[in-house]
């Protein structure tokens, strides 16, 4: 009897384990030149810049698409997009789009990258910057 609550037992930690590897998503923080890397050879990912515009007006990741995080609006823009698709998030110093990296998974996003030290540091690399 002992034998067989331990293989239920068992069986249901490996259950519980699998079913919560399977749902979580992975937020990975990349330094910018990972980041660079990665958003250069992923041609179907989407870059997403989470700064307001006067700091994307300073200049922005070529690609990207604008949300602004600290608008009232932002919450309803990233559930526009699609949850399947592969994210690059990045803010001006990597706060705000930790933030939001935590907030897209919890709400089903599959893989989300963010940009550990945002475009500061990306732009102190002297890595491509566009401007409109």
């Avoid at 259950?15 to 992923?42: G, H, P, W, Y």
């Avoid at 690609?63 to 526009?80: H, M, T």
Wanted: charged residues 30%; positive net charge; glycine residues 6%.
């Amino acid at each position: 009897m002992k034998k067989l609550i331990l293989v239920v037992v068992a069986l249901i930690t490996v259950a519980v384990k699998t079913n919560a590897q399977t749902q979580s998503t992975v937020i990975t923080n990349l330094s910018s030149e990972r980041f660079k890397a990665i958003t250069e050879s992923d041609k179907a990912g989407v870059i997403v810049d989470l700064r307001t515009p006067d700091e994307i007006a300073k200049g922005y990741i070529k690609g990207a698409v604008f949300v602004d995080y600290l608008s009232k609006e932002w919450e309803k823009e990233v559930a526009k997009l699609d949850k399947n698709k592969t994210y690059y998030v990045y803010c001006a110093a990597g706060g705000r789009s930790a933030d939001a990296a935590e907030y897209m998974e919890k709400h089903g996003f599959k893989k989300v990258y963010n940009l550990e030290k945002g475009f500061s540091e990306w732009s102190k690399k002297g890595f491509p910057i566009e401007k409109k």
